[in-house]
């Protein structure tokens, strides 16, 4: 059973745009909620994370909302760049137990 | 953060042979883990590295198959066996530090068997 579900599998955006990846999850335990970022040939970097007490993180132009009733979470990433394009994965934990969902491949066209 | 570096970075090897690959991370970390990654999908944990113990192993994968050392808080090794190119994928090492939160990946190694 996943138990983090991510979409869509793959994004397009215009450069500028906003790219919004979400995941949702069932298990009430998780308190920990990162998301990840992968270029091509490198291991997945930590991008943003959010804890389940708060409603919205913002770093830069990556916002990270958490609905904590719907069980859901979504990375926002505003004003899209080329340079943003790559696999993100959302993740979900609790006491060293990790979970991710299957990726987002996201392309940025100029 | 954690710095983490794996050995080799790539590697192409014939059925059959074994393969072992280094985890270093610049600091204690409180838990190891090993990844499998098939280009294009998504992380599939092997087995948590234990300090001192044996790994602990998911479902589908068996210690003779992948034998990981952990002898200290920093380093651990996991080694492909008797592989065949069902194995080639991207293996990944990756550390959390102090409390059970933050996850840190290493590059990852690129095996190819033929």
């Known amino acids: 059973q996943q138990q983090v579900k991510q979409s869509p599998q793959s994004l397009i955006v215009q450069k500028g745009g906003i790219s919004i990846i979400n995941c949702a999850y069932e298990?009430?335990?998780?308190?920990?909620f990162p998301w990840y970022q992968q270029f091509p040939g490198k291991g997945p970097a930590l991008l943003i994370a959010?804890?389940?007490?708060?409603s919205e993180k913002k770093e830069g132009r990556f916002t990270i909302s958490f609905n904590k009733s719907a069980k859901q979470f979504s990375l926002h990433i505003m004003d899209s760049q080329p340079g943003d394009s790559a696999t993100y994965f959302c993740?979900?934990?609790?006491?060293?137990?990790?979970?991710f969902g299957t990726g987002t491949s996201l392309t940025v066209i100029p | 953060s954690a710095v983490i570096s794996q050995k080799p970075s790539r590697d192409i090897c014939q059925r059959g042979t074994s393969l072992t690959i280094q985890c270093q991370v610049d600091s204690q970390v409180t838990m190891m883990f090993w990844y499998r990654q098939q280009p294009g999908q998504s992380l599939t944990l092997i087995a948590t590295a234990n300090q001192g113990s044996e790994a602990t192993y998911e479902s589908g994968f068996v210690i003779d198959k992948f034998p990981i050392s952990r002898p200290n808080l920093t380093f651990s090794t996991l080694t492909v066996s008797n592989m065949s190119p069902e194995d080639s994928s991207i293996y990944l090492c990756s550390v959390v530090k102090g409390g059970f939160e933050t996850q840190y990946f290493g590059p990852g190694t690129r095996l190819l068997v033929l």
């Open positions: 993740a979900a934990s609790s006491v060293g137990q990790f979970y």
């Open positions: 959010i804890r389940p007490d708060v």
């Open positions: 298990n009430t335990a998780f308190d920990y």
